[in-house]
C-alpha cells in the first residue's frame, strides 16, 4: 500500500487531499499542532475507508527537532512515502510598522522552515526508491507585494523560490516537485487571518472567490500525479502566474489608489 506523508493534515487542504488519497488505497501520516483535531481526521478517515492506516504526529512543524523526530517515528511505523505535501502554515495580516518582529519570525518558522525542514528530511529517504511526488503550498502573495502581508508574503516568496530549484535539483533523483498557488479556501486558517486583516487588504484581496478545500486539494495531487511544476488555481493566480512581472505597476497602483481611499 502506498503511504502519503501530510502536515497541516487535520484540516483544510491537508486534509481535504488526505481523504483523497486515502480514497486512492494510501496510507497516511498526518502532522499537525492539535492532537484533538488530528484525532478527529484520524477516526474519520478510518471509519470512511476501513482499508486506511493512518498515523498521526502532534508537533509544531516550527521545532526542527520535534519534527524530524515525528519524521522518523512515521518512517518506522508506515515506510518512505511516496508523497509528500507539506501543507502546515500560518497567516496574520497587519501592518509592518505595528506587527511585533517575532509574529514575522513565526511565519518564517512555521511557513517557510516548516516546509524545508519536511521535504529536507523526507527526500533523500524517497530518493532512494528513484521516484516520490512532493507538494508544496504558496500563494497569490508571492507574485507581488500585498498591502498588509509583510509577515507572510516573504515566506510564500521564499516557498516559490525554494520549489523552484528543488524542481531541478531532485528531478535526476526521480522525484518531482509541484508547487501550488491556491485562491482563498475556506479554512480555518482563512478564518483566524480574517481576525486582523485590514480593510484595504480585504478589498484588495477581494475578488477570487472563496474555493472549497477539497476542489484545491483535487487541482494540488492531479498536477502532482502528471508532474506538473505548477498548479495555480482560478483565472486570477492563472494570470499572476504567467505575467505578475508585467502586471506588478499597475498591481501597486491598484493597491496605492484602495489604500489612499481607505485612509480618508
Given at each position: 500500500?502506498?503511504?502519503?506523508?501530510?502536515?497541516?493534515?487535520?484540516s483544510g487542504?491537508?486534509?481535504?487531499?488526505?481523504?483523497?488519497?486515502?480514497?486512492?488505497?494510501y496510507?497516511?501520516?498526518?502532522?499537525?499542532?492539535?492532537?484533538?483535531?488530528l484525532?478527529?481526521?484520524?477516526?474519520?478517515?478510518?471509519?470512511?475507508?476501513?482499508?486506511?492506516?493512518?498515523?498521526v504526529?502532534?508537533?509544531?512543524?516550527?521545532?526542527?527537532?520535534?519534527?524530524?523526530?515525528?519524521?522518523?517515528?512515521?518512517?518506522?511505523?508506515?515506510?518512505?512515502?511516496?508523497?509528500?505535501?507539506?501543507?502546515?502554515?500560518v497567516?496574520?495580516p497587519?501592518?509592518?510598522?505595528?506587527?511585533?518582529?517575532?509574529?514575522?519570525?513565526?511565519?518564517?518558522?512555521?511557513?517557510?522552515?516548516?516546509?524545508?525542514h519536511?521535504?529536507?528530511?523526507?527526500?533523500?529517504?524517497?530518493?532512494?526508491?528513484?521516484?516520490?511526488r512532493?507538494?508544496?503550498?504558496?500563494?497569490?502573495?508571492a507574485?507581488f507585494?500585498?498591502?498588509?502581508?509583510?509577515?507572510y508574503?516573504?515566506?510564500?516568496?521564499?516557498?516559490?523560490?525554494?520549489?523552484?530549484?528543488?524542481?531541478?535539483?531532485l528531478?535526476?533523483?526521480?522525484?518531482?516537485?509541484?508547487?501550488?498557488?491556491?485562491?482563498?479556501t475556506?479554512?480555518?486558517?482563512?478564518e483566524?487571518?480574517?481576525?486582523?486583516?485590514?480593510?484595504?487588504?480585504?478589498?484588495?484581496?477581494d475578488?477570487?472567490?472563496l474555493?472549497?478545500p477539497?476542489?484545491?486539494?483535487?487541482?494540488?495531487?492531479?498536477?502532482?500525479?502528471?508532474?506538473?511544476?505548477?498548479?495555480?488555481?482560478?483565472?486570477?493566480?492563472?494570470?499572476?502566474?504567467?505575467?505578475?512581472?508585467?502586471l506588478?505597476?499597475?498591481?501597486?497602483?491598484?493597491q496605492?489608489?484602495?489604500?489612499?481611499?481607505?485612509?480618508?
Amino acid at each position: 500500500m502506498p503511504v502519503a506523508y501530510i502536515t497541516g493534515g487535520s484540516s483544510g487542504i491537508g486534509l481535504a487531499a488526505a481523504r483523497q488519497l486515502a480514497e486512492q488505497g494510501y496510507s497516511l501520516a498526518l502532522f499537525a499542532r492539535g492532537k484533538g483535531r488530528l484525532d478527529e481526521a484520524k477516526n474519520s478517515l478510518e471509519t470512511d475507508f476501513p482499508a486506511c492506516r493512518v498515523e498521526v504526529f502532534p508537533v509544531d512543524v516550527s521545532e526542527k527537532a520535534e519534527l524530524l523526530q515525528a519524521i522518523q517515528r512515521a518512517i518506522a511505523a508506515l515506510g518512505v512515502p511516496e508523497v509528500a505535501i507539506a501543507s502546515a502554515g500560518v497567516a496574520v495580516p497587519g501592518l509592518f510598522i505595528e506587527q511585533d518582529c517575532e509574529l514575522a519570525e513565526r511565519h518564517m518558522a512555521v511557513n517557510y522552515y516548516g516546509s524545508y525542514h519536511f521535504v529536507k528530511a523526507l527526500a533523500p529517504e524517497m530518493a532512494k526508491s528513484g521516484h516520490g511526488r512532493i507538494g508544496l503550498i504558496s500563494s497569490g502573495a508571492a507574485f507581488f507585494g500585498i498591502y498588509g502581508y509583510s509577515a507572510y508574503a516573504p515566506t510564500k516568496f521564499a516557498i516559490r523560490a525554494l520549489a523552484e530549484v528543488l524542481r531541478i535539483e531532485l528531478a535526476p533523483l526521480g522525484l518531482s516537485v509541484t508547487l501550488c498557488y491556491p485562491p482563498d479556501t475556506e479554512t480555518p486558517q482563512l478564518e483566524e487571518e480574517k481576525r486582523t486583516k485590514p480593510r484595504a487588504t480585504q478589498i484588495i484581496t477581494d475578488g477570487g472567490g472563496l474555493w472549497q478545500p477539497e476542489d484545491v486539494a483535487k487541482r494540488l495531487l492531479r498536477g502532482m500525479h502528471r508532474g506538473a511544476a505548477t498548479v495555480a488555481i482560478g483565472w486570477q493566480l492563472k494570470m499572476l502566474l504567467c505575467f505578475g512581472g508585467v502586471l506588478a505597476p499597475a498591481l501597486r497602483w491598484h493597491q496605492n489608489r484602495i489604500v489612499r481611499k481607505v485612509e480618508k
